[in-house]
């Protein structure tokens, strides 16, 4: 099995690709597993951040619940009810670092059950003895909810939240309108205890979107350096798969455990085996660079379309490739504001003009544009494409379309 240079680390993530490219699909597998394992890493100083903000809620909570204290059964119960979760949370942190950085699945049910019982001790405190005090308990569940943030799933945390600051707006309008307490201070209390975790919910998530879009924008950027007509990563992993069952059917046969002639169940399978090698092969000799940048990408997939039916894209050099895709992806990257569609056409290479040496000559590249306004395109993008060559843009209503004129080499014939 191909390896990764050990050096690799000292490196960027986009040298690391382009090198486990050449190594084959396992090794690109290896980078993209290291990368999630960095991703992890970060998750974990994350989860770390959000731990000590736990405990500065739980902090308030508890210093609002002494500063309001009685000695009557009421708040006793509230002791109690601070004490379960007080207990709760470090049981669960205690499980976090034992399972480094894993919580399983029922530590977290039991975690919302002690929730649970103790907000319904708060409430029932709440509705005997109207008391700010009485309120506090809040923090405390959000201050848990916080603490599980980075080892528990975004949707399971901001169903809790919700779940939590629905009850309480239920409790503090039913009271205000009914027993005429001063909602005030009880609001207080709900905002410190639900927006943390809703805060909280929000950075876990754009840190993760962060990284899948920067292993995404590196697996894309790796294309640069490849040939001009290869097989893709998932292209590579089909025929290793085919390969392997290739190697599987002829050691049968080799070994008498199939025999010849072959029936016609095995012969359907060699027939189906021979056929999907063939389609794999026959499209690395048509499939450009681009288009693997495009297919392999979940940022750019769904909203470019490419359209070189000749395989022209193949004949960019380095620098032109690198300024097409970085254009063509500030272009989409605004995928999840708007609803931008790119299509893409690689005209048929036209002959030397008087501008331009003999060994060389002009590739037409159009990019269309719908669904993004022109004031919205980001100003990077015109530098990039420069970098490919000379461009004139047509700015319409409803549609951008942006011509670039590629001076590339004359293609050798003998290859």
């Given at each position: 099995m191909s390896t990764i240079d050990p050096k690799?680390?000292?490196?960027?993530?986009?040298?690391?690709?382009?090198?486990?490219?050449?190594?084959?699909?396992?090794?690109?597998?290896?980078?993209?597993?290291?990368?999630e394992r960095d991703s992890t890493l970060?998750?974990?100083?994350?989860?770390v951040g959000a731990t000590l903000v736990g405990v500065l809620m739980l902090v308030r909570g508890v210093t609002a619940y002494l500063a309001d204290w009685r000695a009557d059964p009421e708040f006793?119960?509230?002791?109690?009810?601070?004490?379960?979760?007080?207990?709760?949370?470090?049981?669960?942190?205690?499980?976090?670092?034992?399972?480094?950085?894993?919580?399983?699945?029922?530590?977290?049910?039991?975690?919302?059950?002690?929730?649970?019982?103790?907000l319904a001790a708060d409430l029932w405190v709440t509705a005997v003895s109207p008391s700010p005090a009485s309120f506090s308990i809040a923090i405390g569940v959000g201050a848990t909810l916080v603490g599980c943030v980075a080892v528990r799933s975004t949707v399971e945390i901001l169903g809790a939240t919700s779940a939590l600051a629905a009850v309480l707006l239920v409790v503090i309008v039913?009271?205000?309108l009914a027993a005429g307490v001063e909602p005030g201070s009880r609001v207080a209390y709900a905002m410190v205890a639900v927006v943390p975790p809703y805060a909280a919910v929000w950075l876990v998530r754009a840190f993760s979107t962060f990284v899948q879009r920067a292993l995404d924008r590196s697996v894309v950027e790796s294309t640069i350096g490849t040939a001009r007509f290869s097989a893709g990563i998932l292209a590579s992993k089909e025929l290793s798969r085919l390969d392997l069952e290739a190697e599987e059917l002829l050691q049968d046969v080799a070994q008498g455990e199939i025999r010849l002639p072959l029936d016609a169940a095995e012969a359907e399978r060699a027939a189906t085996l021979a056929a999907r090698l063939r389609v794999r092969?026959?499209?690395?000799?048509?499939?450009?660079?681009?288009?693997?940048?495009?297919?392999?990408?979940?940022?750019?997939?769904?909203?470019?379309?490419?359209?070189d039916l000749d395989g022209s894209a193949a004949y960019l050099d380095p620098r032109q490739r690198d300024g097409l895709l970085s254009a063509i992806w500030l272009l989409a990257d605004d995928s999840a504001l708007f609803d931008p569609r790119l299509h893409i056409t690689v005209g048929r290479r036209r002959g030397s003009e008087q501008s331009v040496a003999v060994d060389m000559m002009v590739l037409p590249i159009v990019l269309s544009i719908?669904?993004?306004?022109?004031?919205?395109?980001?100003?990077?993008?015109?530098?990039?494409?420069?970098?490919?060559?000379?461009?004139?843009?047509?700015?319409?209503?409803?549609?951008?379309?942006?011509?670039?004129?590629?001076?590339?080499?004359?293609?050798?014939a003998s290859r």
């Open positions: 690799a680390d000292e490196t960027g993530v986009l040298t690391r690709l382009v090198r486990a490219r050449r190594l084959g699909p396992q090794a690109v597998d290896e980078v993209r597993a290291g990368i970060g998750l974990r100083y994350l989860g006793l119960v509230l002791a109690v009810a601070w004490a379960l979760v007080l207990v709760a949370f470090v049981a669960i942190q205690v499980t976090v670092r034992s399972t480094r950085g894993h919580l399983p699945t029922r530590a977290f049910a039991g975690l919302l059950v002690c929730d649970a019982v103790a039913s009271q205000s092969l026959i499209g690395g000799r048509k499939e450009t660079w681009l288009h693997h940048a495009l297919a392999e990408s979940e940022v750019l997939g769904p909203v470019v379309t490419l359209e719908t669904g993004l306004a022109r004031r919205r395109i980001d100003p990077a993008v015109w530098p990039a494409l420069e970098r490919v060559g000379r461009y004139t843009e047509d700015a319409r209503r409803e549609r951008i379309r942006i011509r670039v004129d590629a001076v590339v080499a004359v293609p050798d």
